[in-house]
């Protein structure tokens, strides 16, 4: 394996914006979710049956949609800084030149 490490800072800064809009399209999903098992709980779906949709829905459903959301933002910084270090080693290694 080489030890050359070599980024393409345009493809990093579209991956960056990528896990930005997901993140941002998981936040509108998870208001979505929530106004799903709201809707059922104020009576569109009623017994033992709309209760669990609800509850599946505004509980697990929720928390997975709001971890996936917050691990594409992770990933953004991530890559963020990420990017920010390897600048970091390019000027260094430029002005040894």
């Known amino acids: 394996m080489s030890d050359v490490i070599r980024m393409e800072y345009a493809a990093m800064e579209q991956l960056i914006q ?5 993140h941002g399209s998981l936040e509108e ?13 104020n009576g569109a779906m009623l017994g033992a049956a709309g209760e669990h949709l609800a509850s599946a829905i505004g509980g697990p459903l929720v928390n997975a949609t709001l971890k996936l959301a917050a691990k594409m933002e992770e990933e953004a910084n991530d890559c963020v800084k990420a990017m920010e ?4 080693h390019d000027q260094e290694a430029a002005g040894r030149f």
Do not use: D, P, S, Y
């Open 18 to 22: 990528t896990f930005r809009q997901a």
């Open 29 to 41: 999903v998870k208001g979505v979710e929530t106004q799903m098992a709201q809707l059922i709980e």
């Open 85 to 88: 270090i390897m600048k970091q």
